[in-house]
């Protein structure tokens, strides 16, 4: 076959990778084992290199990449962009035009995508996967050449030649070839697993769907249906079923600078199942026919048009670890390192803010760059798809507001807002904590899977979730967690935006009241009958002076950390608590799910005082109202059991403030932040003596700072220790539901 410029699906094979690149040789083998596949044609990687010697472009190319160091991101870009320059203004073949130009009419013409097929892609030693462009809804004759043309020059991007040059391939011996393949306008798109990717058990297939198009899915916005079933019965054993109030479909203008856009999905619609029944059954039977034909258990894309179902990639599942061991691969240049807050992977360009008032300039998709966020950003930081900040640590704004709105972020970078520019294009991992150069591809959905194939694992321990967002509270609501182990006053309050004891002045208390109800029932109405534990306002005194009116009443303090705060703010100031107890009150009323945490008791006595306000505004426990404590002060370690005496049906241990008062740690300092470990000694022992000393006072222990969402080394820990319940951020329920589960076989065990 070979010297062929052009080959069509059904002609090639998976021995093909040589001619067709690892994509091309894949879409064959597909075709040929009569699985349905969107028709196409390549452009072979012959084609490719007779392009390179009649245009002469090797030698120039070699002379632009000579001495080049690839670690200077600023000369890698700018030698990139002459090589695609270069090769965009040379002439394709005219014998080659005219053969691609008859084949797209004999696939019909109309739209089709072009995608990049390097020929190293998919060995094990070399895997070239998302280092070239994919061009959708491409339409016309001139339009597909200059198409394929630019896939020929995505083979010289920056993070192509860096990554290269890392693994020592010659530049100009590896070729790509171009699938043109006809595009599928998806109602419907999702992934297959022909194995049970937690417990990797071959009785199950997993499928996932969600309306529109794939991207949606891969990118992480949509939260798709689930259904399970069982391989050798062929029945549905379950369902999940999502509500999708957004979908990706093409966009009609052909000339758009984004190929697809958003579109509201109609109320009516939101929750219904995506796929019938008759749909899951089909497709399960093509995922196990293509489990049989590659003789391993596949990981599966396919998208639904009209009437007809298409597989449009099959790849031999990858172990669990691919979350963890997936940065491995990333080569690309690292602009800024920073504290890893909010895991995750999501490219886009830079959007340098320097105040709160620039948020209108962020757009959808955009990466927000600021010097520390603060809640005015919220807005902002909810639109973009990754948060970057010269300060903070992993307990900063920043942090906590990424990991709830599922978004990656890398803080206490020092200079993100001096070297990343606005416009550049970058991707953000928040795993690994680092910034690199260009667009770094990631199959994020088969993560997707997992997580909810874990989260369908039933524990003992209860796992709960971390909340502030009231925007979110339905769509978290729909995963399967035991309820709110923690909701954050915090942010509700900013939204209020003014100083309680500002509108209590002027007779406004009511007012401030309303809102702080509808807040909370926001979060309560959305997870009835399952808890929610609400904790009292722990702002300190610098985030209330933020308030309107705020200066007013609190004084400046060198140490707000340790400062004006907590319990102690309720018996120095019980009129103001008073307020926040009668929109817990009124939430009740309708919602008796909702209980109460008091934060940051720094004394006995404190604890004692603050339950006779609440008492004395006839909030007391009782079989439905639960009444916490946070442990967050070493002091509610060593005097436990006299904490409890006072009147407590359990407590939650604030993992943060803990480990910063036992090692002296400044939670929130970028510099600090390798000292900042819940994992130090002493705070594993302070851990350990909480948990254990709760059971032997028959009161209820949980925990709900940042260290079981970061480590589950420590969650194994506490459900060894006995703890009753973990609460972890959205973007960990899946993996700590996994982790508990295996923890709980073994003490079984």
């Known amino acids: ?116 097929s390097a020929t190293a892609e998919d060995l094990p030693e070399a895997s070239f996967a998302g280092q070239q462009s994919t061009f959708l809804n491409i339409e016309g004759d001139e339009e597909v050449i200059a198409a394929v043309m630019k896939s020929w020059a995505s083979l010289f991007e920056a993070r192509a030649i860096y990554y290269r040059h890392q693994y020592g391939f010659d530049h100009v011996k590896v070729g790509i070839a171009v699938p043109v393949q006809r595009m599928v306008q998806s109602q419907t798109s999702g992934v297959i697993f022909t194995i049970e990717p937690v417990t990797s058990d071959p009785t199950k297939i997993i499928i996932e769907a969600i309306l529109g198009l794939g991207e949606g899915l891969v990118s992480g916005e949509i939260n798709p249906d689930l259904y399970i079933i069982d391989k050798k019965g062929r029945h549905i054993i379950s369902r999940r079923i999502s509500c999708q109030d957004k979908k990706l479909a093409i966009n009609p203008k052909r000339d758009a600078a984004e190929p697809n856009l958003w579109q509201k999905v109609p109320p009516e619609s939101q929750r219904q199942q995506k796929i019938s029944d008759a749909d899951i059954i089909k497709l ?62 999501a490219s886009g360009p830079v959007k340098v803010l320097h105040d709160a008032s620039e948020i ?56 993100a807002t001096t070297l990343l520019k606005d416009k550049k294009v970058v991707t953000v991992d928040g795993s690994s904590g680092k910034v690199y150069s260009g667009k770094v591809a990631r199959r994020i959905h088969t993560t997707s899977v997992i997580s909810l ?152 006595d404190e604890l004692r005082q603050t339950i006779k306000i609440m008492e004395g505004e006839d909030l007391k426990r009782s079989t439905d109202f639960k009444l916490w404590m946070m442990v967050e002060v070493p002091s509610n370690v060593f005097l436990l ?48 003596k909480v948990v254990k000393q709760s059971q032997k006072l028959g009161i209820t222990s949980s925990i709900c700072g940042q260290a079981p969402s970061d480590y589950p080394d420590i969650t194994a820990k506490l459900v060894t220790w006995g703890i009753t319940s973990v609460s972890v951020n959205p973007d960990v329920i899946g993996s700590t539901r996994e982790v508990v589960a295996r923890t709980e076989a073994k003490l079984k065990a």
């Not at 704004?397 to 020092?414: C, D, F, K, N, Y």
């Open 641 to 688: 059991d006299k904490f409890a005496a006072a009147g407590l049906d359990g407590i939650s241990i604030g993992s943060n403030d803990l480990t910063q008062l036992i090692l002296g740690v400044d939670r929130d300092s970028g510099k600090l932040s390798k000292t900042f470990d819940e994992r130090n000694e002493a705070v594993m022992m302070a851990l350990e």
């Open 284 to 345: 399960a039977d093509l995922a196990e026919q293509l489990e049989e034909h590659y003789k391993s258990p596949q990981d599966v894309e396919w998208a639904k048009e009209g009437g007809h179902i298409y597989i449009v990639q099959t790849r031999p599942v990858t172990a669990v670890k691919e979350t963890a061991e997936v940065q491995a691969d990333i080569k690309a240049p690292v602009l800024v390192t920073g504290v890893a807050a909010s895991p995750g992977l």
């Open 453 to 604: 194939a874990r989260e369908a694992i039933t524990t003992r321990t209860k796992v709960y979730v971390n909340l502030a967002q009231p925007e979110l509270a339905d769509h978290v609501a729909e995963r399967n967690v035991d309820g709110v182990g923690l909701l954050r006053a915090e942010f509700m309050i900013a939204r209020i935006g003014q100083h309680p004891r500002y509108m209590i002045d002027q007779g406004r208390g009511a007012e401030f009241t309303e809102k702080l109800f509808n807040g909370l029932c926001s979060f309560a109405r959305a997870f009835d009958p399952r808890p929610v534990v609400y904790r009292t306002t722990d702002l300190k005194t610098n985030e209330y002076r933020e308030l309107t009116g705020g200066h007013k009443y609190e004084e400046a303090e060198e140490n707000p950390m340790i400062g004006y705060r907590g319990a102690y703010r309720y018996v120095a100031d019980p009129e103001v608590f008073k307020l926040e107890i009668a929109a817990i009150k009124k939430c009740r009323q309708a919602h008796k799910n909702l209980w109460v945490m008091i934060p940051f008791v720094r004394t006995v």
């Open 360 to 415: 209108d300039r962020v757009l959808p998709g955009d990466i927000l760059v600021t010097d520390m966020t603060t809640p005015d950003f919220v807005p902002a930081m909810k639109k973009a798809a990754a948060i970057v900040t010269n300060r903070g640590g992993r307990t900063a704004h920043a942090a906590i507001v990424s990991r709830e709105l599922g978004i990656p972020a890398v803080v206490g970078t020092e200079r």
């Open 1 to 116: 076959m070979s010297g062929k410029s052009i080959v069509w699906f059904k002609d090639v094979t998976k021995d093909d990778i040589p001619l067709v690149g690892g994509k091309g040789a894949n879409l064959g083998e597909m075709t040929g084992a009569n699985v349905p596949v969107p028709p196409g044609f390549i452009v072979t990687a012959d084609a490719y290199f007779d392009f390179i010697d009649k245009s002469g472009l090797g030698v120039q190319i070699k002379r632009m990449l000579a001495n080049l160091d690839t670690n200077d991101s600023r000369k890698l870009q700018q030698v990139s962009t002459e090589i695609e320059k270069t090769i965009l203004a040379a002439e394709m073949p005219p014998a080659l035009a005219v053969e691609i130009n008859a084949a797209y009419a004999r696939l019909g013409k109309g739209l089709v995508a072009v995608r990049s």
